[in-house]
C-alpha cells in the first residue's frame, strides 16, 4: 500500500451521531464515553485487579512496596507503590498512616517499572516521574505495562512484540488498550484502597502510550478525575498517516469512526486536565498538537468547564515533572469532591450484553425480518420460565390489558380495579368500552381488599372482569380471597402484573393466578425490552384470540378478513432483541434486587421514624420496589427534596402518591361514600428507595444515612 493511500484511509472524518439541544453538549460526552466503552470492551470482571504479594523497603527518604497484581484479563504483573518516607511514619492520632493524594503513572511503551520508580538511573532524565511524584508529596501507583520481554527472541526475529501483542488482540475482537485500560481501572481502585492514598483525592498521569491508557481510563472511570497527559496529542490522522508515529496499543480500533483524539479528550470535561507536549518531540507536530490543544480548550469552553492547562514546551518526547506536580497539587488539594448522586433509576447494560443486542439487531437487519420474528418466539418462549404460563408478546403493558380485557368483552359493564394502581389498569378498561370502579386495599400484601371486593360485586352487580395489581411486585396473600370472590360469581380475573415479572405466591408465579396475566416490559420495570408487554393464559383459545387482536383482528393467520377492531399491538423484532437478552440475564437480575433488598431490611433496622414494608412470607417477591412506611409528622416532599439537594440522593417514585378516583379524568367514577381509607393512608405515608441491579453496598449505605440524617 502507498503511502498516500494510507493518509487517504485514516482521512475519514468520524461522523458520530450528535444529540443536539441544550443538553446536547453533555450528552455528546456521555454518549462518546459509551462508545468508548463498547470500543474497549472493558468487562467489569476486568476490573477486578487483586494484590497477591507484596514486599516493602525503604531508601533515599522513599517508601517504596513492590507489588504482584493479579489481573483477570492477563494474569499477574507488577507495579510500585511510592510515598514519602514521612508521611507513613508521621501518624494521626489513632496510630494510622496519613493518607496522601494519589496519582496512578502509567509510562511509556519502553518505559520500564524500576525507570520510572528511580530504583535504577534514569534513561531518560524525565523518566523517574513516579519517584518525583512521590518526593512532591503524592503516593504513586505505577505499573509494569508488561509489553516485550515475553516472546522468544528468536522466533520474533526483530518485529516489534507490542505490534504482535496488539495483532493479537485484535483477531480476538480485542485490543491491547482496552486490555491496559482494564488494567489501570483495577490499579486504580488498588490504589484508592490502598491505607496510604486518599481514595477521594486521586488522579491520573500518563506519558505516550501511557497517556493513551490514562486518558482511557479517565473515560471509563464514574467520577471525574484530574488527568495529566504528556507527548499524546493531536489528531489520529497526523499522527498514524502523516507521521507513521502511530503505535498500534495507543488507539482503539475503529475509534475514528467515533471520534478523533481531541474529541476523546474534550469527553473528559469538566475534569481537570493538563496536556503537555514538546515543541522537539518527533513523534508529533507543533502545529498539530497545538490545534488539537485548542480544540479541546473550545470544548471545555463550550461545557462551562475550567479551562485545560495546556503547556508547550520546548523539549523532546518527555515529560516537565514539576508541572505535573503543580497540577496534581492545585486539583488534588481541595476535599473530596461529592460523591456521585444516587439516582431514582439506572438501566445498565454491560458492554458483552449490549454486543449481543447489537448482533441480534443485525441479525434481523440483514434478515430483513423486523417483526414478529424469530426473536419474538424466543422473547415468549424466555417468559414461560417465569410466568409458568405461555404467553404472547405485544406492543405494551396496556395493550396487553386492553387486548385481555376485549377477549373477555368488557364492553358496557364493569371492570372493577383496586383504588390504589397506575392509571394505565383502569384506563384500559376504558378503552376496552368497560367502566371503570374502584375497590380498596388491603395494607398487608397491598393487594385487592376481598371484602372491599364483595362489598363492590354487590352494588356493580354487571362486573364483567375484575384486575387485581401486585403493587411493587408483591402478591398478596389477600389474592386467593379475590380469586375466591370472583369464583363464586363466576367473574374472570385479569392480573395486572405489570410490577411483578419473576414474583411468586407460595409456588404460583405472577400471570398464572388467573385467567390471563398482562406484563409490561417498559424501562423501569423489572424486566424490559425498552417498549413490550406479554399476556399470558393457560387457555390455547384465548392466546390464539391475543394474537387476533395484536395483528389488526385479522380473523386468522395469513387471513386478510378481520372480524374484530384489533390494533397494532405487536412487539417488533427489534425490541425482542432487547428483551431476550434481558429474560437471559434475569435470574441474576432477580438475585441481585432480592440480595439487596435483605441489606436494606438489615441497614434500616433503627432508623427513626421509619418502617420498612413487611412482605408477606408467602409473598416471593421481585423488590419491583421496596417500600417503606412514614411514621411521625414527616413530610414526605420536604424528606424527598432534602435527601436530593443535601445528599443526592434520589428516592423512587411512589406506587402511587395519587388514588385512580383523585386524577381528574376519574372524578365522576366514584359515588358518595366510597372513601377508599386504607388505600389513600398508603398513598400519602410510603416511600420507594432507590433499587436494582447496580447499585452498591455503598450506594445503600449512603441512601440509609442520608434517611437517618433527614429523620433524626
Ligand atoms: C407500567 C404499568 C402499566 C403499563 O405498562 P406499559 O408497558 O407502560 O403500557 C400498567 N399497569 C401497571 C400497574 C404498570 O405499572
Given at each position: ?18 444529540p ?17 466503552e ?23 527518604g ?115 488498550l ?31 502510550l501511557?497517556?493513551a ?109 514539576v ?19 444516587v ?17 441480534r ?6 434478515s ?52 390504589n ?41 354487571d ?44 409456588e ?30 393457560a ?53 441481585a434486587r ?31 420496589k ?16 432534602r ?41 400519602r ?16 449505605i ?11
Open positions: 500500500m502507498q503511502i498516500s493511500s494510507l493518509r487517504r484511509l485514516l482521512d475519514t472524518p468520524p461522523a458520530p451521531y450528535a443536539s439541544g441544550p443538553a446536547g453538549s453533555a450528552a455528546r460526552r456521555t454518549a462518546l464515553r459509551a462508545r468508548v463498547r470500543l474497549a470492551r472493558v468487562e467489569p470482571a476486568h476490573r477486578e485487579v487483586r494484590v497477591t504479594a507484596s514486599t516493602v523497603t525503604v531508601r533515599d522513599l517508601r517504596r512496596e513492590d507489588l504482584t497484581l493479579a489481573s483477570p484479563a492477563r494474569g499477574a504483573f507488577r507495579a510500585v507503590l511510592l510515598s514519602p518516607e514521612n508521611s507513613s511514619s508521621e501518624t494521626s492520632t489513632e496510630g494510622e498512616p496519613t493518607p496522601l493524594p494519589g496519582v496512578l503513572v502509567l509510562g511509556g511503551k519502553n518505559a520500564r517499572l524500576d525507570h520510572l520508580t528511580g530504583a535504577t538511573p534514569p534513561d531518560h532524565p524525565d523518566r523517574d516521574i513516579a519517584a518525583r511524584l512521590a518526593r512532591a508529596g503524592f503516593t504513586t501507583l505505577a505499573l509494569d505495562h508488561g509489553i516485550g520481554g515475553g516472546l522468544d527472541p528468536d522466533r520474533l526475529a526483530g518485529r516489534d512484540e507490542g505490534a504482535l501483542l496488539a495483532h493479537a488482540f485484535a483477531l480476538t475482537g480485542h485490543s491491547l482496552g486490555a491496559l485500560t482494564g488494567d489501570a481501572l483495577g490499579a486504580l481502585e488498588v490504589l484508592r484502597a490502598h491505607p496510604l492514598a486518599d481514595a477521594g483525592r486521586t488522579g491520573l498521569f500518563g506519558h505516550s501511557g497517556a491508557v490514562a486518558l482511557h481510563t479517565a473515560l471509563l472511570t464514574d467520577r471525574p478525575l484530574p488527568l495529566c497527559a504528556a507527548a499524546h496529542l493531536g489528531s489520529y490522522p497526523a499522527l498514524y498517516g502523516r507521521l507513521l508515529t502511530g503505535f498500534e496499543g495507543a488507539a482503539l480500533p475503529g475509534v475514528l469512526e467515533h471520534a478523533d483524539l481531541p474529541d476523546l479528550y474534550a469527553a473528559l470535561a469538566p475534569a481537570p486536565l493538563q496536556l503537555q507536549y514538546g515543541t522537539r518531540d518527533p513523534y508529533l507536530e507543533t502545529a498539530d498538537a497545538r490545534a488539537a490543544a485548542e480544540s479541546v480548550r473550545r470544548a471545555y469552553e463550550e461545557a462551562g468547564a475550567p479551562e485545560p492547562d495546556v503547556l508547550e514546551l520546548p523539549m523532546g518526547h518527555g515529560t516537565h515533572p508541572h505535573a506536580a503543580e497540577f496534581f497539587a492545585r486539583e488534588l488539594a481541595g476535599a473530596p469532591a461529592h460523591p456521585a448522586p439516582p431514582a433509576q439506572r438501566v445498565r447494560f454491560t458492554v458483552a450484553e449490549r454486543r449481543t443486542v447489537l448482533e439487531v443485525d441479525g434481523a437487519l440483514a430483513g425480518v423486523l417483526t414478529q420474528g424469530p426473536l419474538v418466539a424466543r422473547f415468549e418462549e424466555l417468559t414461560r420460565d417465569w410466568t409458568g404460563t405461555p404467553g404472547t408478546a405485544v406492543a405494551s403493558g396496556s395493550a396487553a390489558l386492553e387486548i385481555a380485557l376485549r377477549t373477555i368483552g368488557v364492553a358496557g359493564r364493569t371492570v372493577l380495579v383496586p383504588v394502581t397506575f392509571f394505565a389498569t383502569a384506563a384500559a378498561a376504558v378503552r376496552a368500552g368497560g367502566r371503570a370502579r374502584f375497590v380498596d386495599v388491603e395494607l398487608d400484601g397491598l393487594g385487592m381488599d376481598p371484602d372491599a371486593l364483595r362489598t363492590a360485586l354487590e352494588r356493580w352487580p362486573t364483567a372482569a375484575v384486575v387485581p395489581v401486585h403493587i411493587g411486585g408483591i402478591l398478596s396473600p389477600a389474592l386467593d380471597g379475590v380469586l375466591a370472590a370472583c369464583a363464586e360469581h363466576g367473574i374472570p380475573v385479569l392480573e395486572d402484573a405489570a410490577h411483578a415479572f419473576g414474583s411468586t405466591l407460595g404460583r408465579p405472577a400471570g398464572s393466578l388467573g385467567r390471563f396475566g398482562a406484563f409490561s416490559f417498559f424501562p423501569t420495570k423489572v424486566a424490559l425490552s425498552g417498549e413490550g408487554g406479554l399476556l399470558t393464559s387457555a390455547p383459545g384465548d392466546l390464539e384470540d391475543v394474537r387476533r387482536w395484536r395483528d389488526h383482528g385479522k380473523s386468522a393467520q395469513g387471513s386478510t378478513l378481520h372480524d374484530r377492531p384489533g390494533g397494532n399491538w405487536r412487539l417488533s423484532e427489534l425490541h425482542a432483541a432487547l428483551g431476550t437478552v434481558d429474560l437471559e440475564r434475569f435470574a441474576r437480575t432477580l438475585s432480592r440480595s439487596l433488598a435483605a441489606h436494606y431490611d438489615t441497614l434500616l433496622k433503627d432508623v427513626p421514624s421509619l418502617r420498612p414494608h413487611p412482605v408477606p412470607p408467602e409473598a416471593g417477591s421481585n423488590y419491583y421496596y417500600l417503606a412506611h412514614l411514621d411521625g409528622p414527616v413530610d414526605r416532599d420536604t424528606l424527598k427534596s435527601l436530593r439537594e443535601r445528599h443526592g440522593v434520589r428516592l423512587a417514585g411512589e406506587v402511587y402518591d395519587h388514588l385512580l378516583c383523585d386524577h381528574p379524568y376519574f372524578r365522576d367514577a366514584t359515588g358518595p361514600g366510597e372513601l377508599f381509607p386504607r388505600g389513600r393512608w398508603f398513598a405515608h410510603h416511600i420507594a428507595l432507590p433499587l436494582y441491579p447496580s447499585l452498591t453496598h455503598e450506594e445503600q449512603r441512601v440509609v444515612s442520608a434517611l437517618r440524617c433527614e429523620l433524626s
